[in-house]
């Protein structure tokens, strides 16, 4: 089991930028592999990036590219979200998830494991 505490979301500017943490605790993180999800308001729950578990493969969803970075330190058990450019689109909670051996890592069924969510408001 690994539990997923996600922290640094809030209110910024279109333009602006934002970094997402997630911490892991319980069994080690770097058994896993990391990825991002958001969910806005009446939308579901969508791909937003991932990592694999010694971040050799990184993939991102088309929309976030170029703008988007994810990260993975395994010695602190964290995975981070560099979010650069943003757009009122961003608007949504983003969630830190981890999946054992995902065959996909945009897919949200591949993901056993969800943080509570972190709130991210982007203004136009």
């Known amino acids: 089991q690994v539990q997923l505490i996600e922290s640094g979301g809030g209110l910024v500017q279109a333009g602006g930028s934002l970094r997402l943490s997630c911490a892991a605790s319980g069994r080690t993180s770097s058994s896993y592999a990391m990825g991002w999800f958001r969910q806005a308001p009446g939308k579901e729950r969508e791909f937003v990036a991932a990592?694999?578990?010694?971040?050799?493969?990184?993939y991102y969803a088309d929309s976030v590219k170029g703008r988007f970075t994810i990260s993975r330190d395994n010695a602190k058990n964290t995975v981070t979200l560099q979010m650069n450019s943003l757009k009122p689109e961003d608007t949504a909670v983003y969630y830190c998830?981890?999946?054992?051996?995902?065959?996909?890592?945009?897919?949200?069924?591949?993901?056993?494991?969800w943080g509570q969510g972190t709130q991210v408001t982007v203004s136009s």
């Open positions: 998830a981890a999946a054992w051996y995902p065959s996909a890592y945009d897919q949200r069924q591949n993901y056993a494991h």
């Open positions: 990592v694999s578990r010694r971040g050799g493969s990184i």
